[in-house]
């Protein structure tokens, strides 16, 4: 591919030291994901998944650690940014919805709080009406109509799905380079599920890069343009959706993808 990936992760290994045994979670993990691209990471349950995609927000708590690698987003590796930077970058120029939408978001903010954290630590002058108008603006790009009741909402008095799309909706105003969603329709209805999921393909068609970490093999096929298949930690196979559905490489690919197609 002759355009450079806007986050590269090389080599990367976060083990975790319980007192008995090391789980070597990450281990060794590369991978290059594209502006425009919906790039999938797909393995079984507990093959790294999650822990690769708290490792890129250096977000992995004791006795986890982060033990080698390079992670490059635009040219900058975050692994060398203090902490005080990273939160710059976090949910900045990487933004990310997790598995359960609700829990995400702080209790105590309003929507319109948490949109205004958004645009605080990244642009002080604009004033509060235009922000208003911002955000009714951002929420009806995730499809979000009634947006201001939604602004004056706690996460709680949302569905799941609303709560997704906030979470989107906040990566889009701060200008995110790269979404990285993690099982994003996991706790959602079928409707909503296909309404997160064309939201995506949009967000990937306006040029954003979007890691997409699902157990949804269908979901990838119809969605994905490139794929990694994780095991034990290490990437076992790569390559574009078609290469490692049509001919994959490793026999575990096979297995995961016999047990669905
Ligand atoms: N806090 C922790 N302490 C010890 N081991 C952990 C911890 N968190 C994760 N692990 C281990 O790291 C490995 C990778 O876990 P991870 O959550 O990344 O898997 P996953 O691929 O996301 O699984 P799933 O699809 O079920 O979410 C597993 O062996 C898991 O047991």
Excluded at 215 to 229: K, N, R, S
Aim: aromatic fraction near 6%; charged fraction near 25%.
């Amino acid at each position: 591919m002759a355009e450079k990936p806007v986050l590269s992760v090389i080599n990367l290994k976060t083990y975790f030291y319980l007192e008995k045994q090391v789980v070597k979670a990450v281990d060794g993990v590369s991978l290059d994901v594209y502006k425009g691209r919906i790039t999938a990471l797909i393995g079984g349950s507990g093959s790294g998944k999650s822990v690769m995609s708290l490792s890129i927000f250096n977000l992995v708590d004791k006795p986890g650690k982060i033990i080698d690698g390079e992670i490059w987003l635009n040219g900058v590796n975050l692994r060398k940014l203090s902490e005080k930077q990273l939160l710059k970058v976090r949910g900045k120029e990487i933004s990310m919805i997790f598995q359960n939408p609700t829990s995400s978001l702080n209790p105590v903010l309003k929507v319109k709080e948490h949109l205004a954290e958004v645009i605080q630590t990244h642009n002080n002058e604009i004033v509060k009406k235009e922000a208003l108008s911002m955000f009714r603006d951002v929420l009806f790009r995730v499809g979000l109509k009634n947006t201001d009741q939604i602004l004056e909402s706690y996460p709680f008095e949302l569905s799941g799905g609303m709560c997704q799309r906030v979470m989107v909706a906040m990566g889009l105003l701060a200008h995110a380079h790269v979404l990285i969603a993690d099982e994003p329709t996991s706790s959602l209805d079928l409707t909503t599920q296909a309404a997160i999921l064309e939201e995506l393909m949009r967000l990937k068609n306006e040029g954003l890069a979007v890691v997409l970490i699902t157990h949804d093999l269908g979901v990838v096929a119809q969605m994905a343009d490139d794929v990694y298949v994780i095991k034990d930690g290490k990437i076992v196979d790569s390559g574009t959706v078609y290469e490692v559905f049509q001919s994959p490489k490793h026999a575990y690919t096979k297995s995961l993808l016999d047990a669905v197609f």
